[in-house]
């Protein structure tokens, strides 16, 4: 599929056109109920025979109440702008914030807002922390983002690195650098890069006159970053964990930059993460992100949303532009949020 045309939805489950929410009951209905899956675990809808592309700040549909259908074996859900979607109880998941989220029968993810939840537990047999009880029958309930244990050693990520193919790979630097590292106007920063791979992004910030440390657990990866980049001369390798970085890095950073590292990881480890961006950086330092925010479960690469992105950084970071990247590959459209914070102090 190829649109330049994109749609967000706020955290409630409205549209938004031009920075307005979309109260027009018809055309919100006529958008909600024409979003269907693209490629790559995308969303698209349409109007009119033209398709745009879902930015949903939270899951592309937003539960309002939740009931059983007439057919006492599914649920229903009602939803913004007056709309309804069944879904079957085998497709819940549950977050780390206790929310629940699932897949209509038309393949489309929902959540159920707080009040959907008080309502949802009241149709329940019972429950327990893996599981729900509804008209007798047990549906196990795994969590959203899967746990990966194994996507924490360098044994996973050599072998990755030995493999043909990285999917993720764009043999350079991202664009989301190249646009938005310009305008921040960045006098030479000390610069952290975790999870730094290939090394192209860690490279690109040293070009531009920034003092580089890149950190990758996997020696494969740091071995091919220096072939390519190691005559680099304020560029600076090292292997490492980035869960064990050593205690005198602490507050030496004035900017990490994050992109296919927080994707990457088990998902589980992502609060870890964040305290160690936190750990790393000095009391004004920032943060410069790219974010992938799609739906999917498994990986890596795992998905996530903005939701969950502002969630997790919200008690650490004060938030200066938060933007959807409009530029990417087709691979990537509308999955790429730029995140610029500040360390709170």
Not at 62 to 76: L, N
Not at 80 to 99: C, G, K, N, P
Request: some cysteine; overall charge negative; aromatic content about 14%.
């Amino acid at each position: 599929m190829s649109t330049d045309r994109y749609l967000p939805i706020d955290e409630e489950g409205y549209f938004v056109f031009d920075g307005r929410r979309v109260d027009d009951e018809e055309l919100g209905r006529l958008l909600l109920n024409n979003i269907k899956p693209a490629d790559a675990n995308a969303y698209v809808t349409s109007m009119d025979g033209q398709e745009a592309w879902v930015e949903a700040f939270d899951a592309p549909l937003i539960a309002r109440h939740v009931r059983f259908a007439p057919d006492g074996k599914s649920g229903e859900i009602d939803l913004a702008y007056h709309s309804q979607a069944r879904f079957d109880f085998s497709t819940l998941s549950v977050d780390e914030w206790d929310r629940f989220h699932g897949f209509t029968q038309s393949g489309i993810p929902f959540v159920f807002s707080r009040g959907a939840q008080v309502e949802f537990f009241d149709l329940l047999d019972s429950f327990d922390d893996d599981s729900v009880t509804v008209k007798g029958t047990r549906f196990e309930v795994p969590p959203w983002l899967a746990s990966f244990p194994e996507a924490s050693t360098a044994k996973f990520w050599n072998d990755i690195y030995q493999s043909p193919e990285q999917p993720w790979e764009l043999n350079g630097e991202t664009p989301v650098l190249t646009y938005v590292l310009p305008q921040l106007k960045l006098s030479k920063a000390r610069v952290l890069v975790l999870g730094s791979g290939a090394g192209h992004d860690a490279a690109y910030l040293a070009r531009q006159g920034h003092a580089v440390t890149a950190v990758d657990m996997s020696s494969d990866a740091i071995q091919k970053a220096k072939q390519a980049y190691g005559a680099i001369e304020n560029l600076k390798f090292v292997q490492a964990d980035a869960f064990a970085l050593p205690q005198e890095w602490n507050g030496k950073f004035d900017l990490v930059f994050e992109h296919t590292c927080y994707c990457a990881i088990t998902p589980d480890r992502r609060n870890e993460l964040v305290s160690a961006w936190r750990r790393m950086l000095h009391s004004q330092g920032h943060l410069l992100g790219v974010f992938f925010v799609m739906e999917k479960r498994g990986g890596p690469a795992f998905g996530g949303s903005e939701w969950e992105v502002r969630e997790r950084l919200r008690k650490n970071f004060d938030f200066l532009f938060w933007t959807r990247w409009h530029a990417s590959i087709e691979r990537r459209k509308s999955k790429e949020l730029v995140v610029y914070a500040k360390k709170k102090s």
